[in-house]
């Protein structure tokens, strides 16, 4: 993805976050320059990556296979120092968009529609030894609602609806065509981009950039190191 790109939906996403009235926390107004100043008082921004990801699973193709976050909270399993069992995050996907289907081997975490359009699911149950997809009916797990649905089938979350998703659930999930965008929330276990997301087909979790402006807000994986 082009620097250009990364900003100009960093802008969108801060736009439309305002109009939802979802206000972020101080760190993410935080500039290049700024952050080249911070020391270790912000180490658990920077161990557990927490801020701005922007990404297109390394395929180049942002419009149709592409997701904008922000991690707001998260524990780090790899590191004892920090003691959070759980992560938070806020997402926006916009219609023509994919969030492509994958499944966590340790992470449960809910999915929650916060405004916007409606989001459309599918599920699959993975097979634990081969980790491919079953044909078998998937349980949902739904506002405190318990039924199954057979694999692949459109499950669709409103505004203010959600989903408890288990590890080994296949998941992936695109905006309803009509509604435009939605903007979701996820409240789950510690994230781990780096080993936890096993992808249907091989993706990257994080975008190659080409930098053709200065950075308006760097990414969760950007962040210098502290300054002493």
């Known amino acids: 993805m082009k ?44 161990d557990n990556a927490l801020g701005w990801d922007i990404t297109d699973y390394g395929e180049g193709n942002f419009a149709k296979k592409g997701l904008y976050l922000i ?23 916009k219609e023509g968009q994919v969030s492509p289907n994958h499944f966590h081997w340790h992470k ?38 318990e039924y199954f649905v057979p694999a692949g089938s459109d499950v669709i979350l409103k505004p203010g609806e959600s989903l408890s998703l288990y590890p080994y659930y296949y998941h992936e999930f695109i905006i309803q065509p009509g509604t ?14 780096n080993t936890d997301n096993r992808f249907y087909e091989p993706l990257g979790r994080f975008p190659t950039i080409e930098e053709d402006e200065k950075p ?6 950007e962040y210098p190191a502290a300054k002493d």
Not at 17 to 46: M, N, Q, V
Not at 118 to 141: C, G, H, M, S
Not at 216 to 221: A, G, K, N, S, V
């Open 3 to 46: 620097r250009s790109e990364i900003n100009a939906h960093i802008k969108e996403f801060e736009a439309l976050l305002k109009k939802h009235c979802f206000a972020l926390p101080p760190f993410l107004s935080f500039t290049p320059e700024e952050w080249a100043e911070k020391g270790h008082e912000y180490d658990e921004i920077r």
């Open 71 to 93: 991690t707001l909270r998260n524990g780090n399993v790899h590191n004892k120092k920090y003691t959070k069992t759980y992560a938070e995050k806020i997402m926006m996907l």
């Open 108 to 145: 449960m975490e809910d999915i929650i529609n916060r405004g916007g359009g409606n989001v459309l699911f599918r599920l699959w149950n993975a097979d634990r030894t081969t980790e491919q997809p079953l044909n078998t009916d998937v349980k949902i797990f739904r506002d405190g609602r």
């Open 180 to 193: 435009e965008y939605a903007i979701i929330g996820e409240v789950s276990m510690c994230n781990d981009d």
């Open 216 to 221: 308006y807000r760097l990414l969760c994986t």
